[in-house]
């Protein structure tokens, strides 16, 4: 099977070890195990569970504590409807490599995490892209995916979103889910949302609607990653229906058997106690996304959509230089770490995270504006 270069990995691997200020992290700071602890409330009792575990396969499909805590993120989804996963890495390839045949008719946004349109070209579908722009928000239109079912001949497999989205931060509120729910019923189709943001929404209602409680064939991929900011667990999961949980577990057999007894034990207790990170969390986020819009507003050079969700914003810039040599020339020449859009599939554009430790963001940036001003 061949596949296309990770982007956006191979440029993590590459550039996130030498930097001085990551503005391309896309966790919220993560927390050490010691932090989690005291969130919990719960410091010598999950040290005594910890000290306790053996170290053999555990549960095979997820202990039945961790997934009663991921099923309350939920509605409608019971336990039984949770496969565990290797993070949602893993939840979304294991979801495509069930679902998606060669000759199958898939659409995708753009830009998005691109395990969401090169799983499905290496496998042997026709990717059908949905592009998303600044000028309506980076919101999908509903008028053009309809257009793009039409092209399929109403044949279409898979449909792939991410809600708040990356690497704009934009959010889609109920109505506007509700609207692609019943474009993709009308195709028999599969609705996989990658939901690894799902709440981080910065104002009102931290989480979105999950695609998974709206629709019959909706599926949401979630991870401890980001929202928890627990990405060294590397444990996401998968919620559908039934019927799809069935063919999820015939495929996890191959590709992941089990996750660690001690991601899963921390995961679970940190989902326990998700209220406590989510405070944590939003704080981090907001006073982030305070530091940037204050940057942008004085940038001239600088411009961007205000994100409403998540961690990350997709920065417009005005200088001579393709995305790649700008973040190649900014790293080296000040130690500042951002993603070039190229990376994502689209050119003029830079991914900047800003709910890293809230010091490396307020002094990336101020670096960055220094920089921006010199390159005039």
């Keep these: 099977m061949k596949i296309r270069d990770f982007g956006v990995e191979i440029w993590m691997n590459a550039y996130e070890n030498h930097c001085q200020y990551n503005l391309a992290e896309t966790c919220v700071q993560s927390l ?3 932090e989690l602890l005291d969130l919990s409330g719960r410091r010598e009792a999950v040290l005594e569970e910890l000290a306790a575990t053996r170290l053999t396969y555990g549960d095979i499909e997820g202990s039945p504590r961790l997934r009663q805590a991921i099923a309350g993120l939920y509605q409608s989804i019971a336990p039984e409807q949770i496969t565990v996963t290797n993070g949602a890495i893993g939840a979304n390839a294991l979801t495509m490599l069930a679902l998606v045949e060669p000759g199958d008719q898939v659409i995708s946004v753009l830009p ?4 969401h349109y090169s799983i499905p070209e290496s496998i042997g579908a026709q990717v059908h892209i949905l592009r998303l722009r600044e000028e309506t928000g980076w919101l999908p239109d509903p008028e053009e995916l309809r257009g793009l079912v039409r092209a399929a001949g109403g044949r279409v497999k898979l449909i792939n979103i991410n809600n708040p989205t990356t690497p704009t931060g934009s959010v889609m509120e109920e109505p506007l889910l509700r609207e692609l729910v019943e ?10 949302c990658d939901e690894v943001y799902r709440g981080l929404c910065h104002q009102g209602e931290a989480y979105t609607a999950s695609v998974a409680d709206l629709y019959e064939k909706g599926i949401s991929t ?5 929202t928890y900011s627990l990405a060294g667990l590397r444990l996401g999961w998968v919620a559908g229906p039934a019927e799809l949980w069935q063919l999820l577990s015939r495929h996890r057999d191959y590709h992941i058997i089990s996750v660690g007894r001690l991601d899963d034990l921390l995961a679970a207790t940190a989902l326990e106690c998700r209220e406590a990170i989510s405070a944590r969390n939003l704080a981090i986020c907001r006073e982030g996304g305070r530091l940037l819009e204050e940057f942008v507003a004085n940038q001239p050079r600088i411009s961007y959509v205000k994100p409403k969700g998540g961690t990350t ?3 417009k810039y005005d200088l001579p230089l393709e995305s790649a040599q700008l973040c190649r020339k900014l790293q080296a020449e000040t130690g500042v770490m951002l993603l070039p ?4 599939d689209v050119e003029g554009y830079l991914r900047i995270g800003y709910c890293n430790d809230p010091a490396i963001t307020k002094a990336g940036l101020a670096i960055f504006d220094r920089w921006l001003e010199e390159q005039a």
């Design 183 to 192: 474009i993709a019923r009308s195709a028999g189709a599969w609705l996989l």
């Design 341 to 344: 859009g190229s990376a994502l």
């Design 32 to 34: 050490s195990v010691g």
């Design 112 to 115: 998005t995490y691109q395990q």
């Design 313 to 315: 914003a997709f920065l």
């Design 222 to 226: 979630g991870s401890m990653s980001k």
